[in-house]
């Protein structure tokens, strides 16, 4: 079984950057696809972006596309989330999940193993 960490996240003004941590212990995350997801007060938790097992593919939200990357360190056992032009709609908990599968996967329910999240909160 993988256990995720997740850090990096804080207060930052509109148009500033952040970058989020997912740091996975037990199991090496080679074989697993690894999403990034949020959840704002309120609202349903949602697709942020995902990386394939490979780290061959990504996948992004058409809200985040251009202004998010998604990337590894395979040595560091660690998936980064590197967030660029935030914008108050952003604000929102944070997390990382991983699923073993080869697939490229963005549903909520196909992610098993979850971290317990990290607060961003963008200012205006």
């Known amino acids: 079984q993988v256990q995720l960490v997740e850090s990096g996240g804080g207060l930052v003004q509109a148009g500033g950057s952040l970058r989020l941590s997912c740091a996975a212990s037990?199991?090496?995350?080679?074989?697993?696809?690894v999403g990034w997801f949020r959840q704002a007060p309120g609202k349903e938790r949602e697709f942020v972006a995902a990386?394939?097992?490979?780290?061959?593919?990504?996948y992004y939200a058409d809200s985040v596309k251009d202004r998010f990357t998604i990337s590894s360190d395979n040595a560091k056992n660690t998936v980064y989330l590197q967030m660029n032009s935030l914008k108050p709609e952003d604000t929102a908990v944070y997390y990382c999940?991983?699923?073993?599968?080869?697939?490229?996967?963005?549903?909520?329910?196909?992610?098993?193993?979850w971290g317990q999240g990290t607060q961003v909160t963008v200012s205006s």
């Open positions: 999940a991983a699923a073993r599968t080869t697939a490229l996967i963005t549903a909520v329910y196909a992610y098993p193993y």
């Open positions: 990386i394939n097992w490979s780290r061959s593919s990504t």
């Open positions: 037990g199991r090496t995350l080679l074989y697993y696809a």
